[in-house]
């Protein structure tokens, strides 16, 4: 009998060492790869549910981390977002701290926001002042939102603002500035538009 029982204890044993080198040789790295793919193709829950199987324990944890930020942003859950970026920031400050990423936390602290307003349109490119918020509504247009109200202050019909363009843009001394482009896809002007009034500067 106990012989019986050293011999069940010597097997389980076994077992638990080959279960957990096994659990060591699953590849994150083609799981985070994987993930990314289905990034690329909006399969936003299936990437999801690839990037959360990336245990803590693995190098690229916190890449998993912001990717599941950046697929939350896009089915449109602000909050879960910026909790995931949050998280991502505390485990590598140098890769995805404020000072390294300023970009995303302030865009998705924007968003936060903007999903409260009555027609948030595209979040992706905003500037924000004490009193406005001002979105990129459409592919043509800017919109300001009053941050009290909740409601549009004025709007803007440019030639041309795609996300790229508006990207290269600059906020300083109360105006708005972006790029303009021809139809050869090249910036070939600067728009400068008073974050206040919506007028041309």
């Known amino acids: 009998m106990s012989r019986n029982r050293?011999?069940?204890?010597v097997v389980g044993s076994l077992?638990?060492?080959?279960?957990?080198?096994?659990?060591?040789?699953v590849d994150y790295h083609a799981i985070y790869?994987?993930?990314?793919?289905?990034?690329r193709i909006q399969r936003w829950p299936q990437a999801d549910e690839l990037f959360a199987s990336i245990p803590d324990s693995v190098d690229i944890y916190d890449n998993a981390l912001a990717r599941r930020a950046e697929v939350a942003s896009a089915q449109?859950?602000?909050?879960?977002?910026?909790?995931?970026?949050?998280?991502?920031?505390?485990?590598?400050?140098?890769?995805?701290?404020?000072?390294?990423?300023?970009?995303?936390?302030?865009?998705y602290a924007?968003?936060?926001?903007?999903?409260?307003?009555?027609?948030p349109g595209d979040v992706r490119a905003l500037f924000v002042t004490d009193d406005l918020l001002i979105s990129h509504t459409k592919p043509s247009t800017l919109t300001a939102y009053d941050r009290k109200t909740k409601r549009p202050a004025?709007?803007?019909q440019i030639e041309k603002a795609t996300e790229a363009d508006w990207s290269r843009?600059?906020?300083a001394g109360?105006?708005?500035v972006g790029m303009h482009e021809g139809s050869t896809g090249k910036p070939v002007a600067l728009l400068a538009i008073d974050a206040q009034t919506g007028q041309e500067r």
Request: net charge positive; glycine share 8%.
């Open 15 to 25: 077992f638990a060492v080959l279960g957990t080198g096994c659990f060591a040789f």
């Open 169 to 171: 843009r600059v906020f």
């Open 76 to 107: 449109v859950k602000h909050e879960l977002a910026l909790q995931f970026w949050r998280q991502a920031a505390q485990i590598s400050p140098d890769k995805y701290g404020k000072t390294k990423n300023r970009g995303y936390h302030r865009d």
């Open 174 to 176: 109360g105006a708005l």
């Open 110 to 119: 924007k968003m936060i926001e903007v999903s409260t307003f009555e027609q």
């Open 33 to 39: 790869e994987e993930g990314k793919r289905e990034m």
């Open 6 to 9: 050293f011999f069940r204890a």
């Open 154 to 156: 004025w709007s803007y």
